[in-house]
C-alpha cells in the first residue's frame, strides 16, 4: 500500500510542486487548502505524514499542528518563510517532526519526507518484550510506549526515536552532532536548534522537574546523558 502523504497549503504553485515530486517517489498525495480543512481530512482519515504551511487564511498551520496533536502522532513537517524563526521554533515546541524553509528544492524536500517517515518506522518495530525502566521513567520497547509513572506519556515518532537513543547508549555522553546524525539524518549535523527544542518538549515531558533533569542532563562542553541510575 502506498505511503499517504496530505499536503496543505493555500498557495496553488507549491500544491502542485509538491505533488508532483512526491508522486514521482511513489507517494499518494491528498491536498487541502487550509488547516481547517486539513483537520476535517485527518480526522476521518489518518495521512502518514502532514506536509503543512504556517500561513494560510481560515487555520493557520501552527493552529492546526496544536489541534492535530490533541488526538494523533501523525508526523508533521511543516513550511515556513525564509526569516521565520519564531514560526519554526513554535512549530517544534507544539510537535512538529521538521521543517522546511521556502523555496525549497525538489531534492531537499524528498530527503526531509523521507528521513521523517524512516523515523516513524521506529513505532511499527518490532522488539523483543522487554521493558526498558530509568528511574520513575518506563519504555514498553515492544509497544513503542513510555510511562511516567504510571501514567502513559505521548511522544511523537522523532521524540521517540530520540529517546531511544539515549536509552539504548545509557551513560554514554552523546555530543549534539551524534543525536542530530542518529535521529535526524547527517544532513542534520549542524541543525542544533532543533534538538534543543526537541530535548526541551522530552524533558517537560519526562522529567519531575524540567530545569533539573535527571533522564537527560547537560554535559556542558560535551553533550547530553541519561545517567545510570543506581
Request: proline content about 4%; charged content about 25%.
Amino acid at each position: 500500500m502506498a505511503t499517504t502523504i496530505l499536503v496543505v497549503d493555500d498557495e496553488p504553485l507549491y500544491i502542485h510542486l509538491l505533488k508532483v515530486n512526491l508522486e514521482s517517489e511513489g507517494y499518494e498525495i491528498e491536498t487541502a487548502p487550509d488547516g481547517e480543512k486539513a483537520l476535517e481530512m485527518v480526522s476521518r482519515h489518518l495521512p502518514d505524514l502532514i506536509i503543512l504551511d504556517v500561513m494560510m487564511p481560515r487555520m493557520d498551520g501552527i493552529t492546526a499542528c496544536i489541534r492535530i496533536r490533541q488526538f494523533s502522532t501523525v508526523p508533521i513537517i511543516l513550511l515556513t518563510a525564509l526569516g521565520e524563526e519564531h514560526d519554526r521554533v513554535n512549530g517544534l515546541n507544539i510537535g512538529a517532526d521538521d521543517y522546511v524553509v521556502k523555496p525549497f528544492s525538489a531534492t531537499e524536500l524528498v530527503a526531509r519526507v523521507r528521513a521523517v517517515l524512516r523515523r516513524t518506522q521506529i513505532r511499527a518495530a518490532s522488539e523483543t518484550n522487554k521493558i526498558f525502566t530509568h528511574g520513575n521513567l518506563k519504555i514498553d520497547l515492544a509497544r513503542a510506549e513510555v510511562f511516567k509513572g504510571e501514567k502513559q506519556v505521548f511522544l511523537s515518532a522523532t521524540e521517540y526515536k530520540l529517546l531511544l537513543h539515549f536509552a539504548h547508549h545509557l551513560g554514554q555522553v552523546l555530543t549534539a552532532e551524534e543525536l542530530l546524525e542518529a535521529t535526524w539524518g547527517a544532513t542534520y549535523r549542524s541543525e542544533k536548534e532543533i534538538l534543543w527544542v526537541s530535548i526541551a518538549r522530552l524533558r517537560q515531558k519526562l522529567e519531575d522537574n524540567p530545569h533539573s533533569p535527571v533522564h537527560i542532563v547537560t554535559r556542558t562542553g560535551m553533550g547530553y546523558q541519561m545517567p545510570v541510575v543506581n
